[in-house]
């Protein structure tokens, strides 16, 4: 499978590459990047740790995707369009793991999936799948009498709040519970509880890769559902998955579930 990053420096980017080279049948051929970046122009193996690729990290996306079968961008939200548009029109697969997508990245993904295969996901880890699977069993089973309540940690590095993952554990609690509204923190004298909200709260500092816990509160008990991811490479390692998935199948959205079959 011939692969194209986008975002190819960062954090993520850097976890997948190092992960390719310990994969059979991947080959990294376009690596994409800002035009800002500090990065450009570097050999991307060597970035990784790991001696030259002869791939260098270009601010041209266009000329990135040249031969590649499918794209893994975890980059930043304004640039999905950008990338899904040109992917699309060169009928490349797109696996996006970027977070919080604005209508317009959401729009082109969906149009792309009318003619290329389209992964987008806040998480790539399979435990969060289950995670969301086992929310929206404990949210059915418990009903109405338990509030709902998703704090998120994350290190300090991270720009963004909500995480991706925050938002896809909301849908499935929105899934069960279609009538509660999303409440992005409290603050000042905000009253008593409402019993049509699902509160979300982000933590920031240190070097947490990623814990995020929901509660149930009841009356005399609460029950708490945690993921700690303690390394990136649970992500790239799913990314990967679902390229690997992706290359060859018939146009349409897919999702974790679906790799993990
Ligand atoms: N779905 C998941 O499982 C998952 C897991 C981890 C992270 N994420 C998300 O993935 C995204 C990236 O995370 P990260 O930790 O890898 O962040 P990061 O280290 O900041 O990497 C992002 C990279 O994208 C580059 N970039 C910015 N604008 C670009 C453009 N126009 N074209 C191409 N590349 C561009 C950045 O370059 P500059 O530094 O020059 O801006 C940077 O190298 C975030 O949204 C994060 O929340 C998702």
């Not at 040109?86 to 969906?110: E, F, K, M, P, Y």
């Not at 993952?165 to 899934?175: D, H, I, S």
């Not at 947490?208 to 609460?222: A, C, F, N, Q, S």
């Amino acid at each position: 499978m011939k692969l194209a990053l986008h975002g190819a420096s960062g954090r993520m980017g850097l976890a997948i590459t190092r992960l390719v080279q310990q994969t059979e049948g991947v080959e990294i051929v376009g690596a994409a990047t800002s035009p800002s970046d500090p990065l450009l122009g570097r050999d991307l193996g060597e970035l990784a740790g790991l001696g030259a690729l002869g791939v260098v990290t270009s601010p041209d996306v266009a000329s990135s995707l040249l031969g590649a079968e499918v794209v893994i961008d975890f980059s930043t939200a304004s640039a999905v369009t950008q990338l899904v548009q040109l992917a699309t029109r060169r009928g490349i697969a797109i696996v996006c793991g970027t977070s919080n997508l604005d209508a317009a990245a959401q729009r082109a993904l969906d149009k792309a999936a009318e003619v290329v295969p389209v992964l987008a996901t806040g998480n790539m880890s399979f435990g969060v799948q289950v995670l969301a699977e086992v929310v929206e069993h404990a949210v059915r089973r418990l009903g109405l009498a338990y509030d709902v309540e998703i704090v998120e940690l994350h290190h300090r590095k991270k720009i963004d709040a909500p995480s991706g993952t925050a938002t896809r554990l909301v849908q499935a609690v929105k899934n069960v519970r279609p009538e509660l509204r999303e409440l992005r923190g409290r603050d000042g004298e905000v009253g008593k509880r409402t019993l049509d909200e699902v509160g979300v709260f982000g933590v920031r500092g240190g070097d947490v890769i990623g814990d995020h816990t929901v509660y149930l509160l009841g009356d005399g008990e609460r029950l708490e559902l945690t993921h700690r991811a303690s390394n990136r490479d649970l992500f790239a390692h799913g990314a990967l998955r679902a390229a690997q998935f992706l290359a060859g199948k018939k146009p349409g959205r897919y999702a974790i579930a679906d790799v993990m079959g």
